[in-house]
């Protein structure tokens, strides 16, 4: 409901009562004034940015935040640096086999382990076409080299090796895998060595090979390399774990 406006002194309306409701935005005449006491100090301002009726110490806010961020960064850099030795440690750590094992490359002269490398054209061309399946398979980073050992001493020890150098993720698994497909692929009296000091995996079963003749196959897989050898003339199979041990002591070269 609209109050009328009153005229004032001069008998002239006032320019507000032409505007509707304006009364009912006037604070209200009754209220209690507040009393000051005398020698009070003037008070600032009311602002509404501060939640006690003064106006807020803005020139302070910046000292204090930056303060802060004083106290606070070295504790951050220090502890982003802890972190960063330490996960450079455990990958130095973790990657340490790996740079141990790869890359190599196998350097076989002609003779090796006290066997002499069978230098006939026919085995040099089924090493060629070893090499060059290898290739296929492995990509041309691998390399593969294929060899007939002889023994001196005993002409029907005869020991068939073959070496492929190439990046190996999972060598346990992967070793498993190449043993058999060698002979008649069944791996009986499965035995594992110690491939120690280069690491690895190192592997010798009895087998039947394709012609249905017995022999044993040993094999090492470590992250840079592999071989497979199949030795013959009834040799045992630690006397061909350690055989296959020196033969892949003496060629594998750090690349």
Known sequence: ????????????????????????????????????????????????????????????LPTAVGVGRRRRWPWVLAVLTVLSLGCCGVLTVVTEPIRDQYPVRAVLGAEVAGLRKDTSPQLQALEQELI????????????????????????KKVV??????????????????????????????????????????LKCADIYDKGGRDAVACGWMDYGSFGIAVFYGGRPKDD???????????????A
């Open 240 to 254: 061909s774990a350690q055989l296959l041990y020196t033969i892949r002591t003496e060629i594998l070269v750090k």
């Open 1 to 60: 409901m609209l109050t009328a406006a009153r005229p004032d002194t001069t008998g002239r309306m006032p320019l507000t009562a032409h505007i509707p409701g304006i009364n009912q935005l006037r604070p209200p005449t009754d209220t209690v004034p507040r009393v000051i006491p005398p020698g009070t100090p003037p008070q600032p301002p009311f602002s509404p940015w501060s939640g006690h009726g003064r106006t807020a110490n803005v020139a302070a």
């Open 160 to 201: 068939f090796l073959v070496v492929v150098t190439a990046l190996v993720l999972d060598p346990e698994s992967e070793l498993d895998k190449v043993m058999a497909m060698v002979g008649d692929g069944v791996l009986r009296n499965a035995q594992a060595y110690d491939a120690r000091p280069r690491g690895g995996v």
């Open 132 to 155: 060059d399946d290898i290739h296929a398979e492995r990509g041309e980073y691998a390399d593969a080299i294929g060899v007939k050992l002889d023994d001196p001493k005993a002409e």
